[in-house]
């Protein structure tokens, strides 16, 4: 950019052609998502403002955003928030960023929780908390435990159920999947996005993702290494005829369906995303009928 009066509608001109020509996804809305967080004004606001000059210190700042971008940071991380399931939660390079797919299994998991009745919920790999939080918040009743292995994703999961109003509801355990619960903790839901890349396929992911946490993402060899644990260890810790609802890969259907039905799950079934492709996994715990033995 040379030393001419750069205004917001020249600046986002440039910008989104730079953006275009580099193949940076959706380069406009990135260019005036980027300089909305930096002056700190919505985007509508952008548009009555076209004809701002930037200050020399803006202008700098916003060219250090664009070539973070460049060189592969996601917008959300620069920005530091993604809005999921109409909240915003605070993200960072500690957590996974909230996937539009992981709405629907919000939708989903929110069939097992009462809308007037207390109840109790579990998510394991809670990351940002997005899953956890967004349960609790629309169930007032509900009680919700959540967990993670990363002390920094515990941490901003934390500030997101504070920000969000949801804290006193919301037990955060670091630890790996159910290990930190006590023995005889029981859930009426349990709820997980666990990571399901199979490890080969991580180094041909898009530089976006991959300055995602690896250990949000790499799911193994076969990507299903912590669905089958997490099939295993919610058996010990559903109610009797309580949900346990998954994130699954698209390849992974057929799969975790058997893993489900194997490790003796009632209904497991496999639904798809909005793209047409296996995105979730449900299996009910089995009521107990007749003595216990
Ligand atoms: N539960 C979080 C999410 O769905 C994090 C998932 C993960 O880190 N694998 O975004």
Redesign the pocket.
Known sequence: MSSETWTIRKVLTWTAQHFEKRQVDSPRLTAEVLLSHLLNMGRVRLYVDLDRPLSKEELAAYRALIERRMAGEPTQYLTGTKEFYNRPFKVDAR??I??PE?ELLVEAALHALPKDAPSRAL?V????G??AISLAAERPQASVTATDLSPGACALARENAEALGVAGRLTLLQGDLFAPLPPDARFALVVS???YIASGEIPGLSAEVRREPPL?LDGGRDGLDLIRRVIQGARRHLEPGGLLAMEIGETQGAAVKELLQAAGYENARVEKDLERRDRLAFGTHPVATGPRG
């Not at 790999?125 to 940002?128: E, K, P």
């Open positions: 957590v996974l909230p996937r992981t998510d790999c809670t990351g940002s997005c899953i996005n666990p990571p949000a």
